[in-house]
């Protein structure tokens, strides 16, 4: 594809509902990232994949929190029972390698929780 | 752990004019690259530049360039001749061996007319 892509653009919830954010990195790209950033705040690294193995998950904020890849392709980041201080722009980035390579972002996705 | 630190939330410049954001970090890796992103009201995160810290000439893309002070651990992003579509927040980032990707806070650039 010619970027990346997320989806929904934005995503309104109520508490404790669970949600599915969505990312389609640039096709070929190997390696995949998941970022938050609050408002007005820098990026948070949340989690990578390489391939469909995602070796370290402690960057996740809490067990509510949870991140899959399938076919080395589409991702997707699930927030179970959404809380407050979840609101803020998902962020997913592609790179074709996963050392040492440009990440490319995606525009984000926003959530708001009610 | 690495830190990435950028001192200054706002800055303004005149069209046309010149200005310099800072950056600092913290590593103690040998091997690492280092990143300006740019992000626009809509959101999207572009790469400005990248430096890789093997590199001693400082990296230049168009009218954004670089200086890198590796002993200092300094990163500076310099934008010549400002233009209306400079403005947004910048971020600079620092990615080691590890995969280890950190970001400072961001500095909001506003060009003036």
């Known amino acids: 594809g010619a970027g990346v892509s997320q989806s929904p653009s934005n995503k309104v919830t109520e508490k404790g509902k669970d949600v599915e954010l969505r990312c389609d990195p640039i096709s070929g790209h190997t390696a995949l990232y998941w970022y938050r950033q609050s408002l007005g705040q820098g990026l948070e690294f949340l989690i990578y994949?390489?391939?469909?193995?995602?070796?370290?998950k402690s960057g996740l904020p809490s067990d509510r929190f949870s991140a899959e890849r399938t076919g080395g392709s589409v991702s997707t980041l699930t927030i179970q029972r959404t809380q407050q201080e979840d609101s803020a722009v998902y962020l997913c980035a592609s790179s074709r390698f996963l050392s040492q390579e440009t990440q490319y972002f995606g525009p984000g996705t926003r959530l708001l929780v009610l | 752990a690495q830190t990435v630190t950028q001192s200054q939330p706002e800055m303004s410049v005149q069209e046309a004019e010149t200005v310099t954001l800072s950056c600092t970090y913290d590593t103690s890796e040998s091997n690492y690259y280092l990143f300006w992103y740019k992000q626009p009201p809509s959101r999207q995160m572009i790469l400005v530049i990248r430096?890789?810290?093997?590199?001693?000439q400082n990296a230049t893309e168009n009218r954004f360039s670089v200086n890198f002070q590796k002993a200092a651990k300094s990163f500076s992003l310099k934008i010549s001749d400002s233009q209306l579509g400079d403005t947004a927040m910048y971020f600079c980032a620092l990615r080691d061996d590890n995969n280890d990707m950190r970001f400072g806070a961001g500095t909001r650039l506003t060009v003036k007319p």
């Open positions: 994949f390489q391939g469909n193995s995602a070796p370290d």
């Open positions: 430096q890789e810290a093997y590199k001693q």
